[in-house]
C-alpha cells in the first residue's frame, strides 16, 4: 500500500489466528444470522401469500421493510462478527431484536390470534443453545412480556384490526388459554435450549479433548519416526510413499517432497533398482526379510551400501495394508570392517617381519662390523675402498630399514599427556625449516587456532609422525612450492572415521603444492612397504597412521597430480589443558 510522499509504506501486521473454538462459535453465528435472514424472508413471503388481498405494494409494504430490516441488521451483524465484536453481546442484541421483529410481524398478522405467534419460542430456544439456561430463560421472559403486552394491548383497543385477513380473531377463551399455555411453554423451551447447549458444549469439549490427544499421539509418533537414526519408509497397498523420515533423506539423498504421496517405482528408478526390487517383493509377494545388504547410487554419484529390512503392515483382519522399510548405511560399518582386517593382515606382517627384520639385523652387525674394521686396518683406496663404503652405507640403509620395520611390528606404550596442538604443530615445523629438504625455494607457513585447542598424545610418538608428513610434504615439491600447516577445531565426522558428528576434535593440516599421488596410489598410501618416493621404505606413513590411530584419531589424505596433497591428522579434543600422564598398550 502507498504512502504520500517522504513516507515509507506501513505494514500492516496480520490479526493473529483464533483460538478453534471461538472460531467454530463465529462460524456458528453467521450461520445464525443468515438462517434468520432466510427465515423472515420465507415468513414475510407466506404471510403475503396468506392473505385475502392480491398483491399489493400499498397493502404489503410491512412485510417488504421487514425483509429489508433483517437484511441490513443481518449485514450489520455480519461486519460486527468480522470486526471481533463480543460474541455474547452479539447475540444478546440479536435475540431481542429477533422478540422485537416477532412482534412486529405479529402487529400486521394478527397480534395475539396470529398463526406467526409460535415464532417467539425460537428466541428462548437459540437463546439457550448459545447462552446457557439463562440466556434461555432470559428470552423466555421477554417473549413472554411481548405476547402479554399484545393481549393487554388488544383490550385496551390500541392494536388496529387485522387489515390482512389472514386469520379469525380467536375467542376470549381461546386467547386466555393460549396464553396459559404459552407462557409455562416459552419458559419450558428456554431451558431445552439451555440444556442442548450444555450437552452440545460438553460434546465439543470431548471432542476437543480427543482431538488433542490425537494430535498429542500423531506429534510423539511422528516426532519418534523423524529422529530415527535409521531411514524409514511406510508404503500403502497402492504402492504410494506415505512416510520418509529425516534420516531416509540423509542417507539416499532424496528429500522427503520428492518422495511422499508418489508411486515407489516413480522416485527408485537409475541407482536404485536394488532397493525398488526388495520392495517389490514385499509388497507384492508378501516376502519380508531382514539384513538385507543392497547398494544404491545416489543422485550426487555417491554409492552407497545399505542394511535393509522390510515387513508387511497388515489389518485387523490380516489384510495387506501396505509395507514398511528400514534401513541404514553401512558406509561407516564397512569402513571398520575394513579396517578391522587391514589391521588383522598388518599385525601378522608385523608379527612376521620382527621375526625376519631379528634374523637380518643378527646377521648385519656382524658385516657392517667387518667391514669397517677393514677400513680402518687395510687403508684400502681406489674402487676396493668405494666398494667397501658402498657396503657401509647400504648397511646403514638397511639397518635403518630393520628400525623403522622393529618400530611398525612392535608399538611402544603410550605415554599421553594434554598438549596445546598449537604448540606441538609449531615445535616441529622449526624442526622442519632445518630438514635439508627445506630448500630456499619452499616455503613452510604456519597458521595456528584462535585460542588453544588441547589433545591427549604422546609428544614424542607424535612428533615424529607430524616431522614425518612435513619432510613427505616438503620432499614432494621440485623446486619452488609451498608447504602450509593450520591447527583448527572441527566437529564434523572424517570419512572412515567411526564416531559421530557434533564431538570436538583438532585438526592439523598440511597442505603442500607439490606433485600429488596419482588416484589409484591413494587407497594405498597408509599400507606397509608401499612407496613411491625413490629409496623410501614404505613405513613411514604406515607407522603415522598407526601411531594416529592408537590415539583414537584419524589420519586421511587429498591429493591432485599437479595441484598438491592433503593430509589431514584428526585428534580427540582433551577436556581439560591439565598436565596428566598415562600409560597405555
Known sequence: MWSPAGTRPRRVPPAPALPERERRQREAVRAVIFGRI???????????????????????????????????????????????????????????VDVAMISYLLLFTGGTSSQFAPLFL???????????????????????????????????????????????RLSEAALQLRLILYVPLLFIVGAIGGAIGRSLREGDQALNEARAQLNRALFDTETILENLSSGLATIDAGGQVRHWNRAASEIIGIPAGAVRGRHYVEVFREGFEAFASRLRETLEQGVEGTRYEVTVRT?????????????LLLGSAGERRGMIALFQDLSQVKALEEKIRRGETLAAIGQLSAGIAHEIRNCLNPISGSVEVLQRELKVEGENGRLLDLIVRESERLDRFIRELLDYARERPL???????????????????????????????????????????????????????????????????????????????????????????????????????????????????????????????????????????????????????TMR?????????????????
Open 415 to 565: 605415554r599421553t599427556e594434554s598438549v596445546d596442538a598449537a604448540m606441538l604443530a609449531g615445535e616441529v615445523v622449526e624442526l622442519a625449516r632445518r630438514h635439508p629438504s627445506a630448500g630456499e625455494s619452499k616455503r613452510l607457513a604456519f597458521e595456528r587456532a584462535g585460542s588453544s585447542v588441547w589433545v591427549q598424545v604422546d609428544l614424542d610418538q607424535m612428533k615424529q609422525v607430524l616431522a614425518n608428513l612435513l619432510i613427505n610434504a616438503l620432499e614432494s615439491i621440485d623446486g619452488e612450492g609451498t608447504v602450509s600447516v593450520t591447527v583448527r577445531q572441527d566437529r564434523r565426522a572424517p570419512n572412515g572415521w567411526g564416531r559421530p558428528a557434533g564431538v570436538p576434535r583438532v585438526v592439523l593440516e598440511i597442505v603442500d603444492t607439490g606433485a600429488g599421488i596419482p588416484s589409484q596410489d591413494l587407497e594405498h598410501v597408509f599400507e606397509p612397504f608401499f612407496s613411491t618416493k625413490q629409496g623410501g621404505t614404505g613405513l613411514g606413513l604406515a607407522i603415522a597412521s598407526r601411531i594416529v590411530e592408537r590415539h583414537g584419531g584419524h589420519l586421511e589424505v587429498e591429493s591432485r597430480v599437479g595441484v598438491g596433497t
Open 122 to 168: 425460537l428466541a428462548p430456544l437459540m437463546g439457550g443453545i448459545f447462552l446457557h439456561v439463562r440466556g434461555g430463560l432470559f428470552f423466555a421472559g421477554a417473549a413472554s412480556a411481548a405476547y402479554a403486552a399484545f393481549y393487554v394491548a388488544e383490550h385496551a383497543g390500541l392494536v388496529p384490526p387485522m387489515a390482512y385477513g389472514l386469520t379469525e
Open 569 to 585: 591428522l584428526w585428534l580427540p579434543q582433551a577436556e581439560r589443558p591439565a598436565r596428566t600422564v598415562a600409560h597405555a598398550a
Open 38 to 96: 432466510a427465515l423472515i424472508s420465507l415468513v414475510a413471503a407466506m404471510a403475503v401469500a396468506f392473505s385475502d388481498t392480491g398483491l399489493s405494494l400499498t397493502r404489503h409494504y410491512p412485510f417488504g421493510f421487514l425483509i429489508l430490516l433483517s437484511s441490513g441488521l443481518g449485514f450489520a451483524y455480519t461486519r460486527a462478527v468480522r470486526s471481533g465484536a463480543d460474541v455474547n453481546a452479539l447475540l444478546t442484541t440479536q435475540f431481542l
Open 299 to 311: 543422485a550426487d554419484g555417491r554409492t552407497v551400501a545399505l542394511g535393509m529390512s522390510t515387513s
